[in-house]
């Protein structure tokens, strides 16, 4: 689905096909970069040859072992060790550990075909994390219904990815696979990982998400695409009362739920009523269920119970990583205890003193909260600073992460809507402006850093009314929140000329605001007339 947005002086006209162009250049850069390394290897094994022959036709037998057991070794450490190893752990360092490399478990092992580990390897993706491990056999060799739960930024997307592809090959049919995802910044990530690997097999994929035209998007149902990805209150309204449209559901293999603990909490849970009421019925018995999360609650345990009893084909099986709840290695967790008043302050101190040129995540717990930071920092010079949250129309939404995700913006100001699964890889540091209201989403907000065994920096504030949650943070955590320490007094030099710019940045959002409410009004006098 191709998201067009007005064009303005300055905005791009098609920023899901620039998101998607991002992805292609750096699979060809890739490529490019491995065919550099190859030649370096081969070169520098050609130059090892030549001296050892050299040696052994100018030398006598006491020269010829020197000169054989210092070619051996050269050639041995320099072209093998340093070129092969080099490439397999610091390139793959972005998204795999190196001891999962020592496993020597690779992709072909698991059932994954070479088509896939193709393009796996050029965007520097050698070897499977564990949850890939585990979970890619299972569906693809076993055809077993699975719920997944690892650590975010693990590769849990690949897990069904990879699995739905190669199924599709072999039958390019449609609707093949219907994906649910709890945002719609979640849904284009998604279609961007399916459009990377699907690009060879012509995968034709439909996002459903709200904010576009719901009667444009019941009739791409009608081009047959192969995989749809939505949010749940989306596809139910697109299923809901339309007979017609079901019927292309009827082939459907894959049922696939990411971020399983939020899908199936009471929000979602009547759009999942209805979308699975107006499923056609799995005759043959050939649909996998697939449940993927960082978390397991209550409510995936009670899912795998209720399984339990039946035959092995519809039985779930539950792969959890998160056993022992390891606390994130590469990540440095700090708190600062502040009074909300001077908040602002320590954010402008923090973001031009400390963490300066970083590109970083700042939460906070509401609209007004985020569009308010975002025009203080504008004000104070900090650079280009957006912002995303459910107040933003979304165009702009899409445009905001696009812009921040392609290093053109530094700092992005965000509600919880973007604190799950979205994957942006050079996030150096998290800032929880606003404490979490639980542990769960404290988890899922630092998770944003320190992705792909890079190191990150979480700074979170913490006034009187947060301890409760805070305390509970620390007591699961078992890596122990260090205190930030910052001196006071460079803080509050400022205090008088940012508290000037704050009271201009709320004048900015009142007017914004009163300048909605005439335009409503006027509406609504134009419709009446």
């Not at 036709?57 to 006491?62: R, T």
């Not at 219904?145 to 739905?164: L, P, Q, R």
């Not at 609650?297 to 009670?302: D, F, I, K, V």
């Not at 939460?363 to 909260?369: D, L, P, T, V």
């Amino acid at each position: 689905m191709e998201v067009r947005t007005k064009r303005k002086k300055g905005m791009l006209m098609l920023p899901f096909k620039l998101n998607r162009r991002f992805y292609i250049r750096k699979y060809l850069i890739n490529k490019l970069k491995k065919k550099k390394r190859e030649q370096k290897k081969r070169r520098l094994e050609r130059e090892n040859g030549k001296y050892v022959n050299d040696s052994n036709g100018s030398s006598n037998g006491s020269s010829d072992g020197s000169s054989d057991g210092n070619s051996d070794c050269s050639s041995n450490g320099s072209s093998d060790g340093s070129s092969d190893n080099s490439s397999d752990c610091s390139s793959d360092g972005s998204t795999n550990s190196c001891d999962e490399h020592n496993s020597k478990i690779t992709f072909q092992e698991l059932g994954v075909e070479n088509w896939l580990i193709k393009i796996c390897n050029s965007v520097n993706i050698f070897y499977p994390t564990r949850i890939q491990q585990l979970c890619l056999p299972l569906i693809i060799k076993e055809n077993r219904n699975v719920i997944g739960s690892s650590d975010t930024g693990t590769g849990k997307t690949i897990c069904y990815c990879f699995s739905i592809l190669q199924d599709l090959n072999k039958n390019m049919c449609s609707i093949f696979a219907l994906i649910l995802l709890p945002t719609r910044e979640l849904v284009f990530q998604v279609v961007d990982i399916f459009q990377l690997y699907g690009i060879k097999i012509g995968v034709k994929i439909l996002s459903c998400i709200g904010g576009f035209s719901l009667i444009e998007q019941r009739k791409k149902i009608y081009h047959k695409p192969h995989i749809v990805i939505g949010t749940p209150g989306r596809v139910s309204d697109i299923l809901n009362n339309c007979e017609d449209i079901k019927i292309y559901f009827k082939r459907l293999k894959y049922i696939v739920l990411d971020e399983a603990d939020l899908l199936l909490q009471e929000h979602f849970e009547n759009h999942l009523k209805i979308i699975l009421n107006n499923l056609p019925q799995d005759i043959n018995n050939e649909r996998k269920t697939l449940f993927f999360s960082s978390t397991i609650t209550e409510s995936l345990h009670l899912l795998k119970n209720t399984f339990s009893n039946n035959n092995d084909i519809k039985k779930l099986v539950l792969i959890n990583v998160n056993k022992k709840k390891k606390p994130l290695k590469n990540l440095d967790q700090r708190f600062l205890y502040i009074d909300t008043l001077v908040q602002l302050n320590y954010l402008i101190y923090i973001l031009q003193n400390k963490v300066n040129n970083l590109s970083g995540i700042i939460f906070a717990a509401n609209s007004y909260k985020c569009e308010l930071i975002c025009n203080v920092l504008q004000m104070s010079g900090i650079g280009s600073v957006v912002s995303i949250h459910t107040g933003k129309d979304q165009q702009k939404r899409i445009s905001s992460l696009l812009r921040f995700k392609n290093g053109l913006c530094k700092i992005l100001v965000a509600t919880d809507l973007i604190s799950r699964g979205i994957d942006i890889p050079h996030v150096a540091f998290v800032i929880n402006f606003d404490f979490p209201n639980d542990v769960t989403q404290y988890i899922h907000r630092v998770g944003r850093t320190a992705r792909a065994n890079k190191k990150g920096l979480a700074i979170s504030f913490v006034d009187k009314k947060d301890k409760q949650v805070f305390n509970e943070v620390k007591q699961i955590m078992k890596k122990k929140l260090k205190p930030y320490i910052i001196d006071k007094q460079d803080v509050l030099n400022n205090l008088f000329k940012t508290g000037k710019i704050i009271k201009m940045a709320e004048l900015k959002l009142e007017e914004q605001k009163e300048i909605k409410r005439d335009i409503q009004t006027l509406k609504q006098r134009v419709f009446r007339m």
